[in-house]
């Protein structure tokens, strides 16, 4: 499933962050998608994910309770929002796609990723 991302990758602190990951697929309501990034000089983390019909969703503790994962599957997206951006929150964002749901979730089960959006926080 080729996935292509879209957004505003520069933010002030306490704005939010939207991105969208756009599939181009008829099987896009048949992957998990979820979200990652990675900072400067860090290990790529996991962010959120959504299942495939959007009945479950997964955070991060990094971004729980002001962030918002969801998708329509007649237009394949899923749009991750991030609010109250903070300066740390600068990092590579990548959203990816996975056939299985599983928490806790694991890179090697997400098989195609997008082409990452350089988000930069200025305080």
């Known amino acids: 499933e080729p996935l292509v991302q879209s957004g505003r990758g520069s933010v002030q602190a306490g704005e939010s962050l939207r991105l969208s990951c756009a599939g181009s697929?008829?099987?896009?309501?048949?992957?998990?998608i979820g979200w990652f990034r990675q900072a400067p000089g860090k290990e790529r983390e996991f962010v959120a994910q959504?299942?495939?019909?959007?009945?479950?969703?997964l955070f991060a503790d990094s971004v729980k309770g002001r962030c918002t994962i969801s998708r329509d599957n007649i237009k394949n997206t899923v749009n991750l929002r991030i609010a109250d951006m903070a300066p740390e929150d600068t990092a590579l964002y990548y959203c990816?796609?996975?056939?299985?749901?599983?928490?806790?979730?694991?890179?090697?089960?997400?098989?195609?990723w997008g082409q990452g959006t350089q988000v930069t926080v200025s305080s």
């Open positions: 959504i299942s495939r019909l959007g009945t479950s969703t």
């Open positions: 697929e008829r099987t896009f309501s048949s992957y998990v």
């Open positions: 990816a796609a996975a056939m299985d749901y599983n928490e806790p979730p694991r890179d090697t089960d997400f098989s195609s």
